[in-house]
């Protein structure tokens, strides 16, 4: 059965210094995978996405992630956290093409 | 486009009540899905359908059916509520040729009660 793992459930990181969330996954197929984020009290948005190619990823508000089949991850990163980052953050592997299986979330604190 | 529209956005329901949560997407997407999302367990699937007439079961499937007699509607029925079935519901759509790409589409979720 597919399984996404996000091994930290919550991640404080100063205003202006470097972010990685960390993802690993368990597919058996080449895996389709998405970062979504979810400010307090609103809906999902889509910050990347990976499904072939070139294993380095970019996304929206200045995010990236890398696929490393070797390590069965998608980290996400991003050089210089912004205080409107804050949020909680979802890794997902897609399941068989027809919907998402998510992570537990990390929740993303960022102090001044 | 509307994109997925759900329907209600709050509701509270008392123990053994049954409802139906609406999902309804106007984009001709073929797959949807239904999640529920509780603190510190991120969103997880209900269950989800790859056309009309086809639905399959998720990873939390109990005490939730559902149908999809037509392509742009796939409703979530609570048959006898739980006070465990509280949560915030998520419906989700997409192409089996561009969901890959363009990612889910969202709604903005029905938060339920039940007491």
């Known amino acids: 059965a597919q399984s996404v793992t996000q091994p930290d459930i919550h991640i404080t990181v100063s205003e202006g210094a470097s972010l990685e969330l960390r993802c690993n996954y368990s597919?058996?197929?080449?895996?389709?995978l998405f970062w979504y984020v979810q400010s307090p009290g609103q809906g999902l948005q889509l910050l990347l996405k990976?499904?072939?190619?070139?294993?380095l990823v970019q996304g929206i508000k200045g995010f990236e992630a890398e696929f490393k089949r070797s390590q069965s991850s998608f980290n996400l990163r991003k050089p210089s956290v912004h205080w409107s980052d804050a949020a909680e953050y979802f890794c997902?592997?897609?399941?068989?093409?027809?919907?998402?299986?998510f992570g537990k979330g990390t929740t993303l604190s960022v102090s001044s | 486009n509307a994109g997925v529209t759900q329907t209600p956005k709050f509701q509270v329901l008392k123990t053994g009540q049954s409802m139906t949560l609406q999902c309804a997407q106007d984009?001709?997407?073929?797959?949807m899905s239904w999640y529920r999302q509780d603190p510190g367990m991120g969103l997880r699937l209900i269950h989800y359908?790859?056309?009309?007439?086809?639905?399959d079961q998720g990873e939390v499937p109990n005490g939730y059916n559902v149908s999809r007699s037509t392509t742009e509607d796939f409703p979530l029925r609570l048959l006898s509520a739980a006070p465990s079935q509280t949560s915030v519901y998520f419906c989700?759509?997409?192409?089996?040729?561009?969901?890959?790409?363009?990612?889910?589409?969202f709604g903005s979720g029905t938060r339920l009660t039940v007491v």
């Open positions: 989700a759509s997409s192409r089996p040729d561009r969901g890959l790409i363009y990612g889910y589409t």
């Open positions: 597919y058996g197929a080449t895996p389709y």
């Open positions: 990976y499904f072939s190619g070139d294993t």
């Open positions: 997902a592997v897609n399941q068989a093409g027809t919907a998402l299986i």
């Open positions: 984009m001709n997407h073929e797959y």
């Open positions: 359908s790859v056309g009309a007439g086809i639905t």
